[in-house]
T-cell receptor, first 111, second 116 residues
């Protein structure tokens, strides 16, 4: 079993819908990262959070440390949001930071 | 202006060959990483270097040898390429920290390796 699990694996939504992607992790973390991988392959960091909630434009990320769970929400989804969203657990190993990735959620937003 | 760059972007080669992928970052970060992304899009860490020193080696076959000539460069050399090495390889960098929240990572554009 992967240390970081995401659901759903695939998600198709109509433009304008509210989207939620879930991430559960089984390891102790110092931060939870959300990444976006565009259809062209590039990976960008969306959020890094260790508690509470963060918002950037139409994207909101939340984390519940006690439940070891994080969610990524997209409000008013748009076709340009179509991408793979990856959750990753950041922690320290041997004194150095290490990131373990989830399996990704492929999102397609249809006009 | 590119933060993390990789070359080449595409690499097609025959089984048994030796190849290298280069990575450079101009962000002044101390730590660099190599990740492998398989056909199912799953990213897995291979190596991590901090200030030219190997700090993470995740049970990668010894046909893979990373080399860091300075903290801005981390190259990946692969000997005797096998079909299973076909994947996208991403380089990344981040500032170093030893406590507190782990830092954001900045990724290169990836190198798609195809072994025939």
């Amino acid at each position: 079993k992967n240390e970081v699990e995401q659901s759903p694996q695939n998600l198709t939504a109509q433009e304008g819908e509210f989207i939620t992607i879930n991430c559960s992790y089984s390891v102790g973390i110092s931060a939870l990262h959300w990444l976006q991988q565009h259809p062209g392959g590039g990976i960008v960091s969306l959020f890094m959070l260790s508690s509470g909630k963060k918002k950037h434009g139409r994207l909101i990320a939340t984390i519940n440390i006690q439940e070891k769970h994080s969610s990524l929400h997209i409000t008013a989804s748009h076709p340009r949001d179509s991408a793979v969203y990856i959750c990753a657990a950041g922690r320290y190993s041997g004194g150095y930071q290490k990131v373990t990735f989830g399996t990704g959620t492929k999102l397609q937003v249809i006009p | 202006d590119t933060a993390v760059s990789q070359t080449p972007k595409y690499l097609v080669t025959q089984m048994g060959n030796d190849k290298s992928i280069k990575c450079e970052q101009n962000l002044g970060h101390d730590t660099m990483y190599w990740y492998k992304q398989d056909s199912k899009k799953f990213l897995k860490i291979m190596f991590s270097y901090n200030n030219k020193e190997l700090i993470i080696n995740e049970t990668v076959p010894n046909r893979f040898s990373p080399k860091s000539p300075d903290k801005a460069h981390l190259n990946l050399h692969i000997n005797s390429l096998e079909l299973g090495d076909s994947a996208v390889y991403f380089c990344a960098s981040s500032p170093q920290s030893t406590s507190g929240p782990t830092n954001e990572q900045f990724f290169g554009p990836g190198t798609r390796l195809t072994v025939l």
